[in-house]
């Protein structure tokens, strides 16, 4: 049976059609009196809906989340949250809206609740991302994990089909990523592959009937792995170029992942080829980066880089700042092989070693 409290974390994670309708009887498993709802502008009417519910335990709705987290509006919702006398956040939302909780929770010791509406997992992290003129900081403390995440499919059936596509892979690649990484653990490569076979399977179902609630939830039980697995180990190659590719050119977080990850796997598949053989086998391949390409293109993600509206002349640029700050990866990071890497990437080929 699926019981995500083996996994050693102390959150409370349910998985249950319609939960984020009843959510008084969670609220006061945590003890919790006076809930601030936390959203992004576009998903404010979900906030009041939730407010409308809580009636008298709702402190306020706060629904002005950003991307990655800016300091500024963290700072705005401290005040807000200290004016009407929250004692913990309600995240509903992708990553940004609960980074943003976690942002309040590390300021004001808050209890966090976390009801994700996408699959990139940072609800199950103690991990965050904050920006401050235009410099983005991470850090890891376990007071950022939310102390409870309800996966309600409901939510995430609202997620336009193409950001449920690339949604899924920005969280595979946290996986994929988990399973060479430096400090895993046998415990985060099963949850890895449960993740990938997730995907893998209900993925498919989801695209054909977007609304189809137990294939949903199964791939929020990938999603919640992925997250898992992220909080667990490092990341390496993908996760730094994807950073660096986002934090120059100003990307979508969720289409550069989607893209940049055969790519990635590529470079570093002859480094650990028995690691990632799983990977090919899962998706029915011989080859892991090939494999998550097909899969991808065969969901209908988006394969290239230059149809997110970045030049050639970027990619130079790109490759120079991709090698300044080592770190470690399985393959050496060399600038010729990240600028091919970027080449194939920004075309939209095939990934080659
Ligand atoms: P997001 O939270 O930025 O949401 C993107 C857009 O989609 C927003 O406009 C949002 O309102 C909308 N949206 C979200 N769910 C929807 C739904 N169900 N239906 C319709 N619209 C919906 O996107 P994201 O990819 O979930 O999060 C990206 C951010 O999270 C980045 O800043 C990234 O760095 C961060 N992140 C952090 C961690 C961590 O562990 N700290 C992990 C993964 C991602």
Redesign the pocket.
């Known amino acids: 049976m699926f019981d995500p409290q083996k996994y050693g974390s102390d959150q409370n994670v349910v998985f249950e059609i319609g939960v984020h309708r009843d959510l008084l009887r969670h609220i006061d498993d945590l003890g919790v009196k006076r809930v601030l709802i936390l959203t ?1 502008p ?2 404010s009417s979900l906030g009041l809906d939730l407010a409308a519910q809580l009636g008298t335990r709702t402190a306020g709705v706060f629904c002005r989340a950003a ?3 800016p300091v500024s509006v963290t700072e705005e919702a401290v005040a807000h949250l200290n004016e009407v006398g929250a004692d913990a956040v309600l995240s509903a ?5 609960i ?1 943003l909780g976690k942002a309040l929770a590390l300021r004001t010791g808050v209890t966090q609740i976390a009801l994700p ?2 699959y ?3 609800e199950c ?1 103690p ?3 904050q920006t401050e003129n235009g410099v983005k900081t991470t850090m890891r403390d376990e007071k950022l994990r939310p102390a409870m995440v309800l996966y309600d499919p409901e ?2 059936a ?3 089909i193409p ?1 449920t596509v690339t ?1 899924a892979l ?1 969280a595979m690649a946290h996986s994929v990523e988990g399973l060479y990484a430096r400090d895993r653990t046998p415990e985060a490569t099963e949850l890895a592959l449960f993740s990938l076979r997730a995907f893998q399977a209900s993925l498919p179902r989801v695209l054909e009937t977007p609304t189809d609630l137990e294939a949903r939830l199964e791939t929020q039980k990938g999603a919640w792995a992925c ?1 898992t697995v ?1 909080g667990q180990v490092g990341m390496a190659l993908h996760h730094k170029l994807c950073h660096t590719l986002g934090g120059t050119l100003d990307l979508p ?2 289409e550069t992942h989607a893209i940049v990850l055969p790519h990635a796997i590529a470079y570093n598949s002859a480094s650990v080829p028995e690691t990632l053989a799983p990977v090919a086998e899962i998706f029915g391949s011989t080859d892991p980066a090939l494999a998550l390409w097909e899969f991808a293109r065969d969901m209908g993600a988006p394969l290239a880089l230059k149809d997110l509206g970045i030049g050639p002349e970027d990619l130079d640029r790109v490759a120079d700042l991709a090698v300044q700050n080592p770190y470690w990866n399985p393959r050496e990071i060399t600038r010729p092989g990240i600028r091919d890497l970027l080449e194939r990437a920004w075309e939209g080929q095939a990934p080659a070693a």
């Open positions: 992004t576009q998903q991307m990655h987290t939302g992708g990553g940004s809206t980074g509406t996408t990139a997992g940072s992290t991990i965050l991302g939510l995430v609202t997620l336009p950001m949604s920005n997250g992220l977080h969720a």
